[in-house]
């Protein structure tokens, strides 16, 4: 097991009616910036239930709306501005991945005094956490079970083609609500997102290289059979409560640190998702099932006997040659992805060659020229992923 | 899945070589009162690096040896008067549970001052926090994987007879350093005792009804196999590095609220086992090693999901009829107990009918008389368990 720090202080309060603690966790008499994305946390009435919770303690209480898909730099710097002016002391995310991510970045940012106009420079620091030592506490309610943003301290901003992480020791929320029953007005389109958004968070930190990290393969496993017992089942019947709820809990566990800690992680699939989606605008969790089957395909040889793991105790699969075990492996792989309607080849969505030649100067550009677990995948061995998910 | 809160803030520094990071981890300037048990944090020069780490930044260092085995409350009054007389800011607990668990209680009560000279009452409480607003802040350096209290807010104090738990949401360490190494000087006997405490803090938690807590089963089962995997081999070579990092993190996952989190809780045979201990001597884990298999034996109807459940996932047993697969389990169970020189009777001990009647007096003393997931573990249904074990 490799040395690792693990902390994770976040308050997860989990369950139907869990609306009803925001009173008890929001600081009395604060002055609270509200922030939501489009119209669905208005039009479902989940932004007015918020507001009477909030009021119930002398809160004053502003909204910010409109933070998109893939939060904007140039938004964001209006909500900072908005915190800066009103003097803000605690902002409520109420929202999926996006708008939690743009609430961390508004909170840190909006403490950073070294970086008053030029917030662009935050997005610098790669997978180093930013130099702040205080951010405007938040906390999240969440709406779509994807990111794992409701209890981890990164965010993934986006300014023009640029898609960039940005990690901060203060961008825990202070606490989480997860009701999946906020979650069954979701697009079921949005819901398939999730559940392979968090499939692949779990492979990103699980297919690498053995590391004796027992406990983290067990759970990482745990949570991928999981979502493949679960997946179809809350995909196509959005109020089954249990499905759901097992959804929204491992979607939370895919990515706050505890699979991870100790073991080695990839990322490589991520980091040409994000450059996919800055290009095309594809949702993240769709370019992820692209890339991540052309990831194994190219690099089987590396990730061999995780593969075989992942193969047999996810799979059950225990028959045949190791380069058949693992082709059965990514072929179920693929085929989970498509019962939820989600296609896995770059020519399902009418692009190939002249993408590929885009997204390599992206990676270029955002230096991300030695990827993976092993830090092997230079732009060469990009391109072949690339290729291989024509 | 039932509704729950999960909030865990302690900072785990977890491998080989972590005591370097004590210097960040203590705040600097603090006046510091190391805890510990008997002779061992000091013969084998552990405590001698912990203080020369902490001088580091100008600390004044005291220290309170002696806490025992079952940390007695008359002891740690003690080490609490101390606190308040030299104005300590921070505790740093070098040890097993029983020190963690003491210090625990010590910056508690400490900080208790309605009840100054009767401490004795923070005992009362059962499973409910004590109420208090704050606590002393403390960490801890493990050298005993076993009882998980280095990331927990749970103490078990005794008094005479009185082997109680103690809660408060004041007692998270701040951190928690982990360093496989710092336990390979600890007798077999004591390795042995925590893989089996280790094992039945999982069981507690996950062999009762089903509840659609998918992770959570997963998770307590990874934690089951990886204890079996690694339990004898970390038992016979204590300088095995991988095997040993295993059973310390599972140690902490076993009982750090991750795998309870919406899930239904036993208990019982914790509770009868601390009556034992109070009322023998004999060591916690072998107390829980004799009533967990009589405890399944007895309430197996209540238990037949989970139990088959875990025949079936931890044991791979998939053939005969449910009862049969049933007792095979606890079989295997006890043959593991067995395999690390831990014995499942209470005639093994010499013990039978008299001891039985004494932990009947004590339990239905302590208000211990509606215990397990169902509340139904009365006073007679204790007595048909103690029996079943002898």
């Known amino acids: 097991m490799q040395n690792f720090s693990f902390y994770n202080p976040t308050n997860i309060v989990f369950g139907e009616g869990q609306l009803r603690e925001l009173d008890n966790l929001v600081p009395k008499n604060a002055k609270v910036l509200v922030t939501y994305g489009g119209g669905s ?6 932004l007015d239930k918020v507001k009477s919770e909030l009021v119930k303690s002398n809160r004053e209480v502003l909204e910010f709306a409109g933070i998109p898909a893939n939060p904007k730099l140039e938004v964001l710097i209006k909500a900072i ?3 800066r002016e009103e003097k803000i002391d605690f902002l409520l995310a109420v929202g999926g991945g996006s708008v939690i991510d743009g609430t961390k970045f508004i909170c840190v940012a909006a403490c950073a005094d070294e970086f008053v106009g030029r917030e662009r420079e935050l997005m610098n620091f790669g997978f180093n956490p930013v130099p702040v030592d205080r951010a405007i506490p938040f906390g999240t309610i969440l709406t779509l079970p994807a990111t794992g943003s409701e209890m981890n301290n990164g965010a993934v901003i986006t300014d023009g083609k640029d898609k960039l992480p940005v ?13 999946p029953t906020i979650t069954y007005t979701l697009p079921a389109k949005q819901v398939a997102n999730g559940i392979v958004d968090s499939f692949i968070h779990t492979v990103e930190q699980y297919i690498t290289f053995p590391a004796e990290g027992r406990f983290q393969d067990r759970t990482a496993e745990g949570i991928l059979q999981t979502l493949i017992e679960i997946g179809k089942k809350t995909y196509e019947n959005p109020e089954d409560y249990d499905s759901r709820a097992n959804l929204v809990w491992c979607s939370t566990m895919a990515l706050n640190g505890l699979i991870g800690a100790g073991v080695p992680q990839d990322w490589a699939t991520h980091m040409l998702g994000h450059e996919i989606t800055a290009l095309t605008g594809i949702d993240h969790a769709r370019t992820l099932a692209v890339v ?36 059965k492996a990514i072929l179920k792989t693929e085929e989970f992805f498509h019962s939820l309607d989600i296609p896995t080849k770059l020519s399902d969505y009418n692009l190939g060659e002249e993408l590929i030649e885009k997204v390599l100067v992206s990676l270029g550009n955002h230096g991300m020229t030695a990827l993976s677990e092993h830090g092997d995948v230079t732009l060469d061995v990009s391109r072949e992923i690339l290729e291989a998910a024509i």
Do not use: H, M
């Open 41 to 46: 946390a208005k039009s479902t009435g989940l």
């Open 81 to 83: 501005e908005l915190v």
């Open 167 to 179: 990690f901060s020791t203060q961008a825990f929320p202070k606490f989480s609500i997860l009701d």
């Open 292 to 327: 991540q089957p052309a990831n194994w395909r190219i690099r089987k040889e590396q990730k061999k006997e995780k593969l075989l793991q992942y193969a047999e105790r996810v799979w059950g699969i225990t028959e045949g040659s190791e380069d058949a075990r693992i082709e």
